[in-house]
């Protein structure tokens, strides 16, 4: 995947497959190296702030830690 793909999946995912991304990768995962992970952490923020702090966690339970 290209960095170009790698930020439209980014800015077309939902707040859910971001979170589950972040929390579940593998460490060295290109999605959060160098200039594309700058990005994703910047769009992780932006759609937390969008979906509220309830949703957030609804959304982080919902995750869990065991996947």
Known sequence: MTET???QWIDSAPYYA???K??????GDPFF????GR????KM?????EVGNAAHVAT???LGWGE
């Open 39 to 42: 990005y994703y952490s910047e």
């Open 45 to 49: 923020a932006e759609k937390r702030k």
């Open 5 to 7: 793909e790698m930020k």
């Open 18 to 20: 971001l979170l589950a």
């Open 33 to 36: 190296r160098d200039d594309v």
């Open 22 to 27: 972040w929390r579940f990768s593998a460490v």
């Open 60 to 62: 982080s339970k919902a």
